[in-house]
């Protein structure tokens, strides 16, 4: 299974648009190979570095295109305690995300107001496939000369 976006490249700069900064919408997503057997699937933004998911949404219905600002699927309660999804901030330091998309050979039977880790555990014995698109945002406050 492949995930890209035509907003940004694996590993590129993503775009001021989809961050806290702008519109604070999550960018578009295309997923190439889905497994046949799969049943839904469950999308995440996270920033490893700092043990954070910014966006997870589970029952996502077996689409090979995301739209952005999607609502689809059912959210869950995000590490900002939102059901929305957090584009990365103004920090100083540069930001490295991750987007993943998990093929499940079931839809979840768990409902909303569900925590992430609530999510990973009912969707740990029936992931099928994944991928992941990273990306990299430096925010504005990079720029903020720091008195010494």
């Given at each position: 299974?492949?995930?890209?976006?035509?907003?940004?490249?694996?590993?590129?700069?993503?775009p001021?648009?989809?961050?806290?900064?702008?519109?604070?919408i999550?960018?578009?997503?295309?997923?190439?190979?889905?497994?046949?057997?799969t049943?839904?699937?469950?999308?995440?933004?996270?920033?490893?570095?700092?043990?954070?998911?910014?966006?997870?949404?589970?029952n996502?219905?077996?689409?090979?295109?995301?739209?952005?600002?999607?609502?689809?699927?059912?959210?869950?309660?995000?590490?900002?305690?939102?059901?929305?999804?957090?584009?990365?901030?103004?920090?100083?330091?540069?930001?490295?995300?991750?987007?993943?998309?998990?093929?499940?050979?079931?839809?979840?039977?768990?409902?909303?107001?569900?925590?992430?880790?609530?999510?990973?555990?009912?969707?740990?014995?029936?992931?099928?496939?994944?991928?992941?698109?990273?990306?990299?945002?430096?925010?504005?406050?990079?720029?903020?000369?720091?008195?010494?």
């Open positions: 299974m492949l995930l890209k976006s035509p907003n940004f490249e694996n590993r590129g700069k993503i001021r648009k989809y961050t806290a900064e702008g519109n604070n999550n960018p578009c997503l295309t997923i190439e190979e889905i497994p046949g057997q049943q839904s699937l469950c999308i995440s933004m996270e920033e490893p570095e700092k043990n954070l998911t910014h966006w997870l949404i589970f996502v219905p077996v689409l090979d295109f995301i739209e952005e600002n999607a609502h689809i699927g059912i959210e869950a309660i995000n590490d900002f305690l939102t059901y929305e999804y957090i584009g990365p901030g103004p920090q100083q330091k540069e930001q490295h995300l991750v987007f993943y998309v998990f093929a499940l050979d079931s839809v979840l039977t768990i409902g909303y107001g569900k925590s992430i880790i609530e999510v990973k555990i009912a969707m740990r014995n029936h992931i099928i496939a994944t991928a992941a698109l990273e990306g990299i945002y430096t925010g504005s406050r990079s720029t903020i000369r720091q008195c010494e």
